[in-house]
């Protein structure tokens, strides 16, 4: 089973490499696309801002790369939202792989939204074995509304898309590296998830 | 629902832990990463290091320390203490640090906030205010809360909010080490008048503390540190009692 971690300058790598290797499997980080096409599974993490994130992906070239991936690929936080259409933040414009746009939320809530929340309407393999209204950690200011590729919902102000799906292409807001137990299981799930 | 979150601190110097009272007099309580095992296993929903280290030595210490916490420990934690430039936090977070705090070198050059927020984003910088009630008034101290300054903390703070940061981490100077209680008063003015996530500090000494905060205090979150180590109160035992009182929590 060969992961590799696309490593873009942009995300906290290490703690999602020790995640994978709590779970007994050796992750790799490279920016090489021969590397990350060859791999059996692709995460692709972010933190930070999304216009100056998508900018280091273009100077790599990995914008051009990721959307042709045919492996599971697994978005996490900031890197789930560079995967859809668009994000407001930065008015950045995103991979397009899910078709929906990422929006602020409103300051009706505290922003950045901190914490452990629940996940419910669970669909797809990813979440094999997770019981409805798990609590898993997120980080975030930004959001993809409730779509046709939402795969898990969480409620902060109003409903919207914890996890996405397209094809191969799967997305968490939240970070499974981070959130104990569940979280463990989810990226496990992602590890046995079909190989295309 | 956000579920409010229950944050033990772990005070480290030289790589070990300790917890001041009222910031002297300090007790060794254990294996900072082994300690930080056991309370990610006990339901802790976040941790925080703050490094009390003055030297050189002692910092470096601390970015290897952070490694060995994000091998084992699958919960975010934050690490604060002595951070005083960009290139400072971006070995802890390349280290695995989910987040940094920053206090007295941000009231000293309040353009470093700005400068970590452009760099790193808002989600990972905390700042952390230490602050004492003197003749009503709440004013800022730095250096592990020792040096007063004239700074008003509700005009800190939302400066703080402005320039960019992500979550406020709050320390009464006149409750911490007292385990009487939470400063809730000035607690829910900033929870009441900022818009981003607050943490309280200082006073837990009960679980009914924790209730009053995070109901009178309105707090998003909860740190301590003795009532924990010394195991005085139980983080599972804790959140029930939470539960019971209708506080949203991660059970």
């Given at each position: 089973m060969k992961i590799v971690i696309i490593d873009y300058g942009a995300g906290n790598i290490q703690s999602i490499k020790f995640a994978f290797q709590r779970l007994g499997y050796e992750a790799i980080l490279s920016s090489d696309a021969d590397v990350i096409m060859a791999a059996d599974k692709v995460i692709f993490p972010g933190v930070g801002e999304a216009s100056s994130a998508m900018k280091k992906l273009r100077e790599s070239k990995l914008d051009l790369i990721i959307p042709k991936l045919k492996q599971p690929v697994l978005g996490i936080c900031l890197g789930m939202q560079l995967m859809c259409h668009s994000s407001e933040e930065g008015a950045t414009e995103g991979?397009?792989?899910?078709d929906v746009d990422v929006v602020k939320f409103s300051n009706k809530v505290k922003v950045p939204q901190i914490g452990w929340n629940q996940i419910t309407n669970l669909k797809s393999d990813l979440f094999n074995n997770i019981k409805e209204k798990e609590h898993i950690y997120l980080v975030h200011s930004f959001y993809a509304p409730?779509?046709?590729?939402?795969?898990a919902e969480a409620e902060y102000g109003l409903g919207y898309s914890a996890a996405l799906k397209k094809d191969n292409f799967y997305g968490t807001q939240f970070h499974p590296e981070k959130s104990s137990e569940v979280g463990e299981k989810i990226l496990k799930n992602f590890i046995d998830s079909a190989t295309s | 629902m956000l579920t409010k979150r229950i944050i033990p601190c772990l005070d480290i110097k030289n790589g070990r832990t300790v917890k001041g009272i009222n910031f002297v007099d300090l007790r060794d309580a254990g294996d900072p990463v082994e300690l930080a095992e056991i309370y990610a296993k006990s339901g802790a929903d976040e941790l925080v290091f703050l490094d009390i280290s003055a030297t050189e030595e002692g910092r470096r210490t601390l970015a290897d320390l952070v490694l060995r916490v994000a091998e084992k420990v699958n919960i975010p934690f934050t690490v604060g203490g002595g951070i005083s430039s960009v290139k400072d936090v971006d070995i802890l977070l390349h280290n695995g640090a989910d987040k940094v705090s920053i206090n007295s070198s941000a009231v000293k050059n309040p353009q470093l906030i700005n400068d970590l927020v452009a760099k790193f984003g808002s989600q990972c910088i905390v700042v952390a205010i230490d602050a004492k009630q003197i003749d009503g008034e709440w004013k800022v101290h730095l250096v592990g809360g020792k040096v007063p300054t004239e700074l008003n903390l509700f005009t800190w703070a939302k400066e703080v909010e402005k320039r960019g940061a992500g979550e406020i981490l709050f320390t009464s100077m006149n409750h911490d080490g007292t385990k009487d209680g939470f400063a809730n008063e000035a607690l829910a003015k900033l929870s009441t008048e900022l818009n981003i996530p607050i943490i309280a500090s200082g006073g837990a000494g009960t679980m009914q503390h924790f209730t009053d905060t995070f109901v009178e205090g309105k707090a998003d979150a909860a740190l301590a540190a003795s009532v924990f180590h010394f195991k005085e109160i139980e983080i599972k035992d804790l959140k029930e009692e939470l539960k019971r009182n209708n506080i949203p929590v991660r059970l």
């Amino acid at each position: 089973m060969k992961i590799v971690i696309i490593d873009y300058g942009a995300g906290n790598i290490q703690s999602i490499k020790f995640a994978f290797q709590r779970l007994g499997y050796e992750a790799i980080l490279s920016s090489d696309a021969d590397v990350i096409m060859a791999a059996d599974k692709v995460i692709f993490p972010g933190v930070g801002e999304a216009s100056s994130a998508m900018k280091k992906l273009r100077e790599s070239k990995l914008d051009l790369i990721i959307p042709k991936l045919k492996q599971p690929v697994l978005g996490i936080c900031l890197g789930m939202q560079l995967m859809c259409h668009s994000s407001e933040e930065g008015a950045t414009e995103g991979l397009g792989i899910f078709d929906v746009d990422v929006v602020k939320f409103s300051n009706k809530v505290k922003v950045p939204q901190i914490g452990w929340n629940q996940i419910t309407n669970l669909k797809s393999d990813l979440f094999n074995n997770i019981k409805e209204k798990e609590h898993i950690y997120l980080v975030h200011s930004f959001y993809a509304p409730i779509c046709e590729e939402t795969i898990a919902e969480a409620e902060y102000g109003l409903g919207y898309s914890a996890a996405l799906k397209k094809d191969n292409f799967y997305g968490t807001q939240f970070h499974p590296e981070k959130s104990s137990e569940v979280g463990e299981k989810i990226l496990k799930n992602f590890i046995d998830s079909a190989t295309s | 629902m956000l579920t409010k979150r229950i944050i033990p601190c772990l005070d480290i110097k030289n790589g070990r832990t300790v917890k001041g009272i009222n910031f002297v007099d300090l007790r060794d309580a254990g294996d900072p990463v082994e300690l930080a095992e056991i309370y990610a296993k006990s339901g802790a929903d976040e941790l925080v290091f703050l490094d009390i280290s003055a030297t050189e030595e002692g910092r470096r210490t601390l970015a290897d320390l952070v490694l060995r916490v994000a091998e084992k420990v699958n919960i975010p934690f934050t690490v604060g203490g002595g951070i005083s430039s960009v290139k400072d936090v971006d070995i802890l977070l390349h280290n695995g640090a989910d987040k940094v705090s920053i206090n007295s070198s941000a009231v000293k050059n309040p353009q470093l906030i700005n400068d970590l927020v452009a760099k790193f984003g808002s989600q990972c910088i905390v700042v952390a205010i230490d602050a004492k009630q003197i003749d009503g008034e709440w004013k800022v101290h730095l250096v592990g809360g020792k040096v007063p300054t004239e700074l008003n903390l509700f005009t800190w703070a939302k400066e703080v909010e402005k320039r960019g940061a992500g979550e406020i981490l709050f320390t009464s100077m006149n409750h911490d080490g007292t385990k009487d209680g939470f400063a809730n008063e000035a607690l829910a003015k900033l929870s009441t008048e900022l818009n981003i996530p607050i943490i309280a500090s200082g006073g837990a000494g009960t679980m009914q503390h924790f209730t009053d905060t995070f109901v009178e205090g309105k707090a998003d979150a909860a740190l301590a540190a003795s009532v924990f180590h010394f195991k005085e109160i139980e983080i599972k035992d804790l959140k029930e009692e939470l539960k019971r009182n209708n506080i949203p929590v991660r059970l």
